[in-house]
């Protein structure tokens, strides 16, 4: 019976050292001995989160002021026998932004057979901003019109690049392809484009080839010409055509736009260095 009163002291002494604990300020604690409480640990892993989320707006707002900064960028790029100045979007939700590699490529071939664009009205699908269009009108001073989406900001930057390089705005059609085309009455003895996406193309182009009503200041517009291809020999064709470049290996979206091509009644030839003739069936 002696022990009781002594385990009860025991007891009572303990939890006093306890409550004391508990009721110390948390700067005369034992960091080292002190456990956090369930509604400490809450409120650091709150902090933590909104410390995180504000560094996360931070480096998006800092990302949104570096590409305003970077909207437009002004590059001299090489073409056959002169240098333009080409201003280009460092991007653009419709893909109109970049001057493609494969434009010099196509602009090469146009001056190996540029027999075929004297005296011709031309039109180009998917001008983006407007340099291969530029050339041509500089070094042949053919009669070109530019297309591009329904897009204010495409246009007006092609109108850009014209003044940029002493030249006059050239004409240009805002057209989505596949929508109905703004001019009822088509008469472009040549329609040309360096493109990479093929969605609907095949029905705009088919309006522009069908529908031509080719204009009598053309002298021979109907008349026959010749295009080399690449193994040299030459291949007859009529005004309307279309010459498009393609610089990549016929994937699935070209195989369908050249067999809605052929649904439409369209003849589809390879000319070499993968540019397309497409023309009307006779």
């Not at 989160?49 to 305003?68: C, I, N, P, S």
């Not at 280009?88 to 090469?108: I, K, M, R, V």
């Not at 329904?150 to 007006?156: L, N, S």
Request: aromatic residues 8%; charged residues 25%; negative net charge.
């Amino acid at each position: 019976m002696s022990m009781l009163p002594s385990e009860t002291a025991r007891k009572r002494a303990l939890q006093s050292q306890d409550e004391d604990e508990e009721s110390s300020p948390p700067e005369q604690r034992d960091p080292k001995l002190h456990k956090p409480t369930p509604m400490e640990t809450a409120l650091f892993s709150a902090a933590s989160l909104f410390h995180d989320a504000d560094d996360r707006d931070k480096m998006q707002v800092d990302a949104d002021e570096q590409v305003q900064s970077v909207e437009y960028e002004e590059r001299a790029h090489k073409f056959p026998g002169m240098e333009l100045k080409i201003r280009e979007f460092s991007s653009h939700q419709l893909n109109a932004n970049l001057l493609w590699p494969g434009t010099f490529l196509f602009a090469d071939w146009l001056v190996k057979n540029k027999s075929i664009l004297h005296g011709r009205r031309i039109l180009e699908l998917g001008s983006g901003t407007g340099a291969l269009a530029i050339f041509l009108r500089k070094a042949f001073q053919v009669d070109i019109t530019t297309t591009d989406y329904d897009d204010g900001e495409i246009q007006e930057n092609i109108a850009y690049n014209c003044k940029a390089n002493n030249l006059g705005v050239l004409p240009h059609i805002r057209h989505t392809w596949g929508d109905q085309f703004p001019v009822p009455i088509p008469d472009w003895d040549i329609v040309i484009a360096n493109v990479k996406q093929y969605p609907n193309l095949a029905r705009t182009l088919s309006f522009l080839l069908k529908e031509y009503k080719g204009c009598s200041q053309n002298a021979g517009s109907s008349a026959s010409t010749a295009i080399t291809n690449k193994s040299g020999t030459e291949v007859p064709v009529k005004f309307p055509m279309f010459l498009m470049s393609c610089r990549r290996r016929i994937g699935k979206d070209q195989s369908l736009f050249f067999e809605e091509c052929e649904k439409a009644g369209l003849e589809v030839q390879h000319l070499g260095d993968l540019v397309y003739l497409i023309y009307t069936k006779q």
